[in-house]
């Protein structure tokens, strides 16, 4: 039910790393899609 999580875990991952400053994710859930999540991540520009 919650398979288009690991999109957003991979998009945070993805800036933790260094290798994005910004990212989108959109993930999924339930029988019907009744639950949408658009999230856009963004890391500490500080160095």
Known sequence: ???GLIR???????IHR??????LAHATSGPCLQQNLV????????A
């Open 8 to 14: 957003l875990g991979e998009a945070a991952a993805r």
């Open 39 to 46: 999230a856009v991540l963004e890391g500490d520009n500080r």
């Open 1 to 3: 039910m919650a398979a």
């Open 18 to 23: 260094g290798e994005s400053d910004r990212a």
